[in-house]
């Protein structure tokens, strides 16, 4: 995340990002605005999951009372004064990860879109040495939007290309992201497109950026995702990544 020293992927041993008994546990990341309804399903499903993972709540501004839901099922709350985007509560799930010694973190939406059964799929591909593990729908897209489906396939080969690696999903934003990658790279995106310039960054330093599939699940609620705004951003966002391509992370 910033331009600190850091040994590359090549230089690394991974021992010490295990999770058994005694070490520090992977960080599970909620950016949160407004999900109040959903936390009391999702929390304790991932609460069951201790002592492998540890839970951060990120709330962005919201004003349902998101965090207070959070806290009273003992979570931990990070709380912004404000509503900032999902990139900058990243960004603070990051800096909780690095500051808390937790060897890698895992990224999942708050509204219940994400499964937190499926972890131990990440896991597990994280222990064979994926050092970014992504959630693949692509296997599971039959009740995707179409237009969905079709915006995802070209991100997905335009993030790939670019990312000197092959990644079916690249818009998904369950994954688990190794501590060394948080490192070595600086992130300059504040919103959605974060998720794609994490991607192209890890896999032009030669992390390993494997997928493992996991399910297509939709909610009633209107997406986030400004389809304007956002593919302008991700078009700004392919501008910027020719300077990463000749220097990786930065």
Known sequence: MDERESPGPEESSR?????????????????AYN?????PDLLPRLLTLRPEIETVV????????TAEVAEKLGVEVLRHRQNQGKGMALRTGFERT???????CITLDADGQHLPEEIPRFLEAWERGGAVVVGSR?????????????????????VSGLAAQRIPDSQSGFRLIDARVLRDIRLESNRYDMESEILIKAGRLG??????????????????????????????LLWRSRRWVRHPGR
Do not use: C
């Open 58 to 65: 990120i709330d962005d501004g919201s004003e349902d009372g």
């Open 138 to 158: 692509m296997e599971q897209n039959q009740s995707m939007p179409w237009l969905r489906k079709r915006t995802n396939e070209v991100m997905s080969l335009i």
């Open 207 to 236: 992390y390993p950026v494997v997928s493992v599939p996991i399910s297509t699940v939709y909610h009633d609620e209107d997406s986030s995702i400004d389809p304007v705004v956002d593919t302008l951003r991700f078009f700004k």
């Open 35 to 39: 999900v109040a309804r959903h936390l």
């Open 15 to 31: 021992q010490p990002a295990r999770t058994a008994a005694g070490t520090v546990p992977v960080l599970a990341i909620l950016p």
């Open 98 to 104: 690095l500051q808390g010694g937790h060897p890698a």
